[in-house]
C-alpha cells in the first residue's frame, strides 16, 4: 500500500513562491508518473501538473505554464511543486498523486491515478 504525504504549503501574498514537497513510502514510486492536483472549495479537482517515472516527460494545465516546475528525486522517493509568481486563484488545496500504470507517460486525467495523499492547503493573499 503507498501511502503519500504532502508539506510545504502555507500562506503566501501574491507574486511569492512555496515548493510543495510529496514523500512516498510503502510501495514503488520510481516507476509510476506523478500527478500534481488542486481543489479550491466548492469546486473540482483540477489537474495542475504531472511527471514520467523518469522525470523525462512533463505536462502542465495551462493556468500554470512558466509559473510552476515538477520535477522528482527517486532516491528520495520525493515529488516536488515548484510554485512561483502565485495568484489569489492558486489558493487550493494541493494533492500529489501516483499514476495507476507504471512506465507510462504522465496524462492528467485523475481518474488514471490510484493512491493520493491527504493534501496540504496553499493560501495566496492579494
Known amino acids: 500500500q503507498v501511502q503519500l504525504v504532502e508539506s510545504g504549503g502555507g500562506l503566501v501574498q501574491a507574486g511569492g513562491s512555496l515548493r510543495l514537497s510529496c514523500v512516498a513510502s510503502?510501495?514503488?514510486?520510481?516507476?509510476?508518473?506523478t500527478g500534481w492536483f488542486r481543489q479550491a472549495p466548492g469546486k473540482e479537482r483540477d489537474f495542475v501538473a504531472a511527471?514520467?517515472?523518469?522525470?523525462?516527460?512533463?505536462i502542465y494545465a495551462d493556468s500554470v505554464k512558466g509559473r510552476f516546475t515538477i520535477s522528482r528525486d527517486n532516491v528520495k522517493n520525493t515529488a516536488y511543486l515548484q510554485m512561483n509568481s502565485l495568484k489569489p486563484e492558486d489558493t487550493a488545496v494541493y494533492y500529489c498523486?501516483?499514476?495507476?500504470?507504471?512506465?507510462?507517460?504522465?496524462?492528467?486525467?485523475?481518474?488514471?491515478?490510484?493512491?493520493w495523499g491527504q493534501g496540504t492547503q496553499v493560501t495566496v493573499s492579494s
Open positions: 511527471i514520467s517515472w523518469n522525470g523525462v516527460s512533463t
Open positions: 498523486a501516483r499514476r495507476r500504470d507504471g512506465l507510462v507517460v504522465p496524462i492528467p486525467t485523475k481518474e488514471r491515478y490510484d493512491y
Open positions: 510503502g510501495g514503488t514510486f520510481s516507476t509510476y508518473a
